[in-house]
């Protein structure tokens, strides 16, 4: 299983950015799992940010509500984070990542999201 996320860049404060996370392999059940997405900005420990549930339910952490939204495909296997109104204190590493039952064990390789003041 391998989930590859994609979408981070430099961005001014104020705007938007889109990530994307596509999970392959053949015995992964997209429509199964919780997707979330989780950020390490430097110096601190990883938070996760944003998940969605197998019914489409969606759960944010205070400092994102109401500028990032969460969301899934599960035909394309493909789960997504758009994040506007961007701030300096949004800039991290994300990660997107998968669970069922139990804690996050699928893990994608990071993407950079820097915001300039």
């Known amino acids: 299983v391998q989930l590859q996320a994609s979408g981070g860049g430099l961005v001014q404060a104020g705007g938007s950015l889109r990530l994307s996370c596509s999970a392959s392999?053949?015995?992964?059940?997209?429509?199964?799992?919780?997707m979330g997405w989780f950020r390490q900005a430097p110096g601190k420990e990883r938070e996760l940010v944003a998940f969605?549930?197998?019914?489409?339910?969606?759960w944010y952490t205070d400092s994102v509500k109401g500028r990032f939204t969460i969301s899934r495909v599960n035909a394309k296997n493909t789960h997504y984070l758009q994040m506007n109104s961007l701030k300096p204190a949004d800039t991290a590493v994300y990660y997107c990542?998968?669970?069922?039952?139990?804690?996050?064990?699928?893990w994608g390789q990071g993407t950079l999201v820097t915001v300039s003041s």
């Open positions: 990542a998968a669970r069922r039952g139990g804690p996050y064990d699928i």
């Open positions: 392999g053949r015995t992964f059940i997209f429509r199964n799992y919780i």
């Open positions: 969605i549930s197998t019914a489409g339910g969606t």
